[in-house]
């Protein structure tokens, strides 16, 4: 069910951003900082402002990446339910079982980013029921909440996932990062995808034994880091397979394949590790300023 839900978000993501898409093309307003760009029309297309690019970009990125990795479960759960191997069952299981929260609450996280950027595009026309995108948003609304909150998501994760088993399953995913590194770490035009990934592979190590101390001298503090954490995770993740599309990419460009899929793949992979990725290193701060300004706060909350 909280693939399900997870998958829902990812569907009103892929909406939400093909609507604003079209509608960002077709919407005439103000010119370009940079100059007139459709020189017989009064105002340019909305879409030449880097701005609504970036809202545009937010959407697809979420979109793909959380697309991937929908994917990849499904195979997962294929092979936890049907694989002749029990080994493989069992492994494919305890996978699934760690990335499930991820998908569900990272996802819709996601979504609600997303599905808000695109109504911005559309300014006061995507407030209104009209053009459909108000719609879109408070579908999504609701996945963030049913089937377990998104706190209750990175609880699961962070205290049973993770914690649960002292990171064996998270190792068993580092491990997938670290062949990814190790195969591409020295080819230079992978460098700006793999570089942040291995950092953050690197980080995410100390980060979970630093929480995990501290919530073994006080549980709680799991609970103040919990949400921040899933977070985290979830860019590991979406990194791990945006960086394996634009390896594929690459391969596909570098054979002569001129299809501008993939030339689309690579300016969608390098927008999500320039402008959403390195969100990662807030996350962190903000996981490790602890419980105390959470819970020292009676008078504040009286």
């Known amino acids: 069910a909280r693939l399900g839900v997870g998958n829902q978000s990812l569907g009103l993501t892929e909406v939400a951003y093909q609507n604003a898409l079209a509608y960002a093309k077709d919407r005439i307003q103000m010119r370009s900082l940079s100059g007139p760009k459709a020189k017989d029309k009064p105002a340019d297309p909305i879409i030449v402002h ?166 073994f001298q006080n549980p709680d503090e799991v609970g103040a880091a919990a949400v921040d954490y899933l977070r985290v995770a979830g860019h590991l993740v979406h990194g791990y397979f945006w960086a394996r599309m634009a390896q594929v990419a690459l391969r596909e460009i570098a054979a002569g394949n001129t299809d501008p899929f993939y030339k689309a793949k690579l300016q969608t992979a390098r927008f999500y590790f320039a402008k959403l990725f390195p969100e990662t290193a807030t996350l962190m701060r903000t996981a490790r300023a602890g419980v105390k300004v959470l819970l020292d706060t009676n008078e504040a909350l009286a």
Not at 77 to 100: F, W
Not at 113 to 135: D, P, R, S, Y
Not at 188 to 201: H, Q
């Open 50 to 215: 880097p701005d609504v690019r970036k809202m545009l970009l937010t959407a697809k990125a979420y979109a793909e990446g959380g697309r991937a990795l929908a994917i990849y479960c499904a195979v997962l759960l294929d092979k936890a339910h049907s694989h002749p191997d029990e080994k493989v069952r069992k492994e494919s299981d305890e996978m699934l079982s760690l990335l499930t929260p991820i998908v569900k609450a990272f996802t819709t996280d996601n979504g609600h980013i997303a599905t808000n950027a695109c109504l911005q595009v559309f300014g006061g026309h995507g407030f209104i029921k009209e053009w459909g995108m108000e719609q879109f948003v408070r579908d999504n609304r609701i996945n963030m909440i049913y089937e377990g909150t998104n706190t209750i998501q990175s609880l699961d994760l962070l205290g049973r996932k993770i914690l649960g088993n002292n990171g064996a399953t998270l190792k068993k995913f580092g491990k997938l990062v670290g062949q990814l590194v190790e195969e591409e770490g020295v080819n230079e035009k992978m460098a700006e995808f793999i570089n942040p990934i291995a950092m953050l592979g690197d980080q995410l190590t100390k980060f979970t034994t630093e929480i995990g101390f501290k919530g």
